[in-house]
């Protein structure tokens, strides 16, 4: 059963303060001087994606100690499988594009209640644009509402994809001509698809919750429709964090790209 309205609104007001502000402290970090180190796997983490982390992991719990907690930055522990409900953090998703200067990073924060979305925030400090959604209560963009586009057809269709494997030839089915383009933050690429600036954004691999949990309820209230590169639906919260692949769209386009997807195996995770 859902929480109610009410609930949901008091929800987004709360994770919508804290992205704006983690926001200003990522600006703020950034201006000061980063320090970067390597993560396990290689991919840069900085002093800002830390101090974010503490930022919005104290101001939530504090305000919903019963949450659970699952943040790409915090070290995962078993306990958030118990709760009922969870926050689903990226402190700054895009770490590169922050790094270097560009605007294509964001603060994506989610409350997930038994599995699903219920409320979400998309926050892009550097582009002043901020994406939320509440369950049932559809995607706005700066407080304006927003849908995904109505493109029927993939021919010319604008995706946010990886050109050379979209051009290769380990499809047994070809696409058609797409225009591609590339955007660092999984989210803000769901939240782009939200707002029909693009008609889809697909990934073969794996991706994080905290990736795109966000940005599944944004996208599903605009009207897209969010899956795994075989149609199957995400659910959040499991004891592996994570999805197994990506395809965000625009509604009619859904069917036209799983039937194309859907032969290539799901990476193993």
């Known amino acids: ?14 994770i919508r303060a804290a992205a704006l502000a983690a926001g200003e402290l990522a600006l703020a970090e950034r201006e000061a001087g980063l320090k970067i180190w390597s993560k396990s796997g290689g991919s840069p983490v900085t002093s800002a994606d830390m101090a974010v982390d503490a930022l919005l992991r104290d101001a939530l719990l504090t305000a919903r100690p ?17 709760a009922r409900r969870i926050f689903v953090v990226d402190p700054i998703d895009g770490t590169v594009a922050y790094m270097k200067g560009k605007p294509w990073w964001c603060i994506p924060i989610a409350v ?5 979305p219920v409320a979400a925030v998309i926050h892009a400090p550097a582009l002043g644009e ?21 493109t029927a057809d993939l ?49 073969l691999t794996p991706k994080w919750d905290w990736d795109v949990c966000a940005g599944a309820l944004i996208v599903e209230e605009a009207g897209g429709k969010v899956s795994d590169h075989h149609g199957g639906a995400w659910r959040f919260n499991q004891p592996d964090p994570r999805q197994g692949s990506l395809v965000c769209s625009a509604p009619a386009l859904h069917p036209l790209i799983v ?9 193993p995770r």
Do not use: C, Q
């Open 155 to 203: 021919d010319d269709a604008s995706v946010l994809a990886d050109a050379r494997l979209m051009e290769g030839p380990h499809w047994p089915e070809p696409w058609p001509a797409m225009r591609y383009e590339k955007r660092n933050a999984i989210a803000y690429r769901m939240a782009l698809v939200a707002a029909g600036a693009f008609d889809a954004a697909i990934a």
């Open 130 to 150: 901020t994406f939320t959604a509440t369950l049932g209560g559809g995607a706005l963009l700066n407080g304006r509402p927003v849908a995904a586009s109505d």
């Open 1 to 14: 059963m859902s929480a109610p309205v009410h609930d949901l609104s008091a929800d987004l007001d709360l």
């Open 259 to 267: 039937r194309r997807t859907a032969p290539i195996p799901l990476a």
């Open 66 to 82: 019963d949450h659970g907690w699952l943040s790409e930055e915090t070290a995962d522990t078993p306990d958030r499988l118990s």
């Open 112 to 116: 997930v209640e038994d599995g699903r």
